[in-house]
């Protein structure tokens, strides 16, 4: 008998949708153990109501409260920053966020970044926007494109992205540190960096490396972790990634490291504040690579998102502990 009514915030029509439906709706038991609905806009609300379970990139509060029946939010972001809201914790609610489907998606955004860096492609298209045949110094003289070859690369915070990242940076024949709070949580054993450090020697990391990517969730703990004093273990001829969260990087502080030459560049895909405002002079800045947030946008997210949930929601009808269950106490 047909008891869980899953609410998926999508338009019926969309290809997101069609994800959710081939992932809940192949499956045998979940096709015959539950009810699956799709709604957008003024339908929610009246959709919402005697669902036990939804799926989403964010509720309003409005939309949780007219939902009688609800028990469990299966959020489609990895990062949990303003989703996981007091009136859901009071509530009681099961919070799970879709870590993990952005391993592959942001990995390979961030060695576009260290690609692009060094073998200098933001000066060459400068200078194909300008018509010039200009070399960036004499490669012969150390002057020109580097390789990523033998450079130590910094990854803060050891999850699916890191262990990703990790994986195809040793296809570089880089060196890999990172940090990370429970060594014993990995999700992929055969991928191993060449240290794994305790957060309290992120400054013993920074020191080393020639790129660092940030890769953490953004708590109260994280918040500013890159601050001056942070960013000044880091070696002046260094590049630093930010796919995580903005604020988890003091961007003056930051700012200031880049203008006055204590670090070579950035490749930035979030920001303290988006859209970033066309003041920063972050866009105007040739040691800064910018992307929108979209390190995580790929035609396969959906695709795994739906399948990550699928899996979860099996776990749900069986009475299982649900993977990237929302813990209060780390804040993620």
């Known amino acids: 008998m047909k008891r869980t009514v899953v609410l998926v915030l999508l338009s019926p029509e969309s290809g997101d949708a069609a994800a959710y439906r081939q992932a809940v709706e192949g499956d045998p038991?979940?096709?015959?153990?539950?009810?699956?609905?799709?709604?957008?806009g003024d339908a929610?609300?009246?959709?919402?109501?005697?669902?036990?379970?939804?799926?989403?990139?964010?509720?309003?509060?409005?939309?949780?409260?007219?939902a009688r029946n609800l028990r469990w939010i299966s959020f489609w972001s990895a990062g949990m920053d303003g989703?996981?809201?007091?009136?859901?914790?009071?509530?009681?609610?099961?919070?799970?966020?879709?870590?993990?489907?952005?391993?592959?998606?942001?990995?390979?955004?961030?060695?576009?970044?260290?690609?692009?860096?060094?073998?200098?492609?933001?000066?060459?298209q400068r200078a194909q926007m300008a018509g010039?045949?200009?070399?960036?110094?004499?490669?012969?003289?150390?002057g020109g494109a580097e390789e990523l070859t033998g450079k130590t690369l910094g990854i803060v915070g050891l999850g699916r992205i890191g262990e990703a990242l990790t994986a195809r940076a040793k296809a570089f024949e880089m060196r890999v540190v990172a940090t990370k709070r429970n060594p014993q949580a990995?999700?992929?054993?055969?991928?191993?960096?060449?240290?794994?450090?305790?957060?309290?020697?992120?400054?013993?990391?920074?020191?080393?490396?020639?790129?660092?990517?940030?890769?953490?969730p953004y708590t109260p703990e994280t918040h500013h972790l890159f601050d001056a004093g942070m960013l000044a273990y880091m070696q002046p001829t260094a590049y630093l990634y930010n796919i995580a969260r903005g604020?988890?990087?003091?961007?003056?502080?930051?700012?200031?490291?880049?203008?006055?030459?204590?670090?070579?560049?950035?490749?930035?895909?979030?920001?303290?504040?988006?859209?970033?405002?066309?003041?920063?002079?972050?866009?105007?800045?040739?040691n800064v690579i910018i992307t929108p947030h979209v390190a995580g946008i790929t035609p396969h997210?959906?695709?795994?998102?739906?399948?990550?949930?699928?899996?979860?929601?099996?776990?749900?009808?069986h009475g299982l502990p649900l993977q990237?269950?929302?813990?209060?106490?780390r804040g993620y």
Not at 44 to 66: F, L, M
Not at 255 to 275: C, K, N, S, T, Y
Not at 301 to 317: E, G, I, S, T, V
């Open 186 to 216: 990995r999700y992929n054993a055969a991928v191993v960096p060449n240290a794994l450090y305790p957060p309290e020697e992120l400054p013993r990391l920074l020191a080393e490396s020639d790129h660092v990517c940030i890769a953490l």
């Open 29 to 40: 038991e979940l096709r015959e153990r539950v009810t699956l609905r799709f709604a957008t």
């Open 247 to 286: 604020k988890i990087v003091d961007e003056a502080a930051l700012i200031a490291a880049l203008q006055e030459g204590r670090l070579a560049g950035a490749g930035l895909d979030v920001f303290e504040e988006e859209p970033l405002p066309a003041e920063s002079p972050l866009w105007r800045m040739e």
């Open 132 to 142: 010039r045949w200009e070399h960036f110094g004499s490669s012969r003289a150390g």
């Open 301 to 317: 997210y959906f695709a795994r998102a739906a399948a990550l949930f699928a899996d979860n929601l099996k776990r749900y009808l």
């Open 44 to 66: 929610v609300r009246e959709a919402i109501t005697d669902a036990e379970v939804v799926t989403c990139g964010n509720v309003s509060a409005e939309q949780v409260a007219a």
């Open 83 to 124: 989703k996981a809201r007091p009136e859901l914790l009071t509530r009681g609610l099961l919070l799970t966020s879709a870590s993990g489907v952005h391993g592959p998606n942001i990995a390979e955004h961030v060695l576009a970044f260290m690609l692009m860096f060094t073998r200098r492609m933001p000066f060459y």
């Open 324 to 329: 990237n269950l929302y813990d209060p106490a």
